[in-house]
Nanobody, 128 residues
Framework: QVQLVESGGGLVQAGGSLRLSCAAS????????VGWFRQAPGKEREFVAA????????GYGDSVKGRFTISRDNAKNTVYLQMNSLKPEDTAVYYC?????????????????????WGQGTQVTVSS
């Protein structure tokens, strides 16, 4: 089992940047694929980005492609989401999520149902 804690959210002006962190407990974090989702008020939870257990494979939602970058440091049990060129429509609660991957699998996942563990979320607000 793994516990996830997000940090790094806050208020930023349009065009600015933020870096979110997802810190995980447990000694087997390198066996987990990790994703970021977000949810704005009144909207469904949306896929943002995901990364494979090794960090070698990443994927992004269409709305953030080219602006956001996901990375991980398995030695620090942490996944990062670098968010650049932020827009007001990026305003949401951002959630980190993880699922344990088999040793022979190095891939990422794009749907909520693929994941087993969720953090509490961190608020990102982008002002215009």
């Amino acid at each position: 089992q793994v516990q996830l804690v997000e940090s790094g959210g806050g208020l930023v002006q349009a065009g600015g940047s933020l870096r979110l962190s997802c810190a995980a407990s447990g000694r087997t974090f390198s066996s987990y694929a990790v994703g970021w989702f977000r949810q704005a008020p009144g909207k469904e939870r949306e896929f943002v980005a995901a990364i494979s257990r090794s960090g070698g494979i990443t994927g992004y939602g269409d709305s953030v492609k080219g602006r956001f970058t996901i990375s991980r440091d398995n030695a620090k049990n942490t996944v990062y989401l670098q968010m650049n060129s932020l827009k007001p429509e990026d305003t949401a609660v951002y959630y980190c999520t993880a699922v344990q991957s088999a040793w022979y699998t190095d891939t990422y996942y794009r749907t909520i149902e693929d994941y087993d563990y969720w953090g509490q979320g961190t608020q990102v607000t982008v002002s215009s």
